[in-house]
Nanobody, 112 residues
Framework: QVPLVESGGGLVQAGDSLKLTCTVSGVLISVNTMAWYRQVPGKQRELVASITSLGGTQYADFARGRFTISRDVTENTGYLQMDRLRPEDTAVYYC??????WGQGTQVTVSS
């Protein structure tokens, strides 16, 4: 059973916003780091952002200033707010609780 389920992906135009949601069951996000990754076919999966159990955040250079990672520990849910989207942000986005838990991914497509 996969304890992480992503939602919120879709097709948007450049400059638009999307908010991805990671619903977690069976594992408490309050005591774990949560991360978002993305992957384009033919390329390695890359880290987008992470948030620690203490709430500290880190961002990839391409995400800093445009994306915001957050979480609601009462709902056991994580979020990735993505603003000013670019065509190069097109990818499958995955939620991760290191080291072993991954969601199934949600497709984000940004048209120019």
């Amino acid at each position: 059973q996969v304890p992480l389920v992503e939602s919120g992906g879709g097709l948007v135009q450049a400059g638009d916003s999307l908010k991805l949601t990671c619903t977690v069951s069976g594992v408490l996000i309050s005591v774990n780091t949560m991360a978002w990754y993305r992957q384009v076919p033919g390329k390695q999966r890359e880290l987008v952002a992470s948030i620690t159990s203490l709430g500290g955040t880190q961002y990839a250079d391409f995400a800093r200033g445009r994306f915001t990672i957050s979480r609601d520990v009462t709902e056991n849910t994580g979020y990735l707010q993505m603003d000013r989207l670019r065509p190069e942000d097109t990818a499958v986005y995955y939620c991760n609780l290191p080291p072993v838990y991954w969601g199934q991914g949600t497709q984000v497509t940004v048209s120019s």
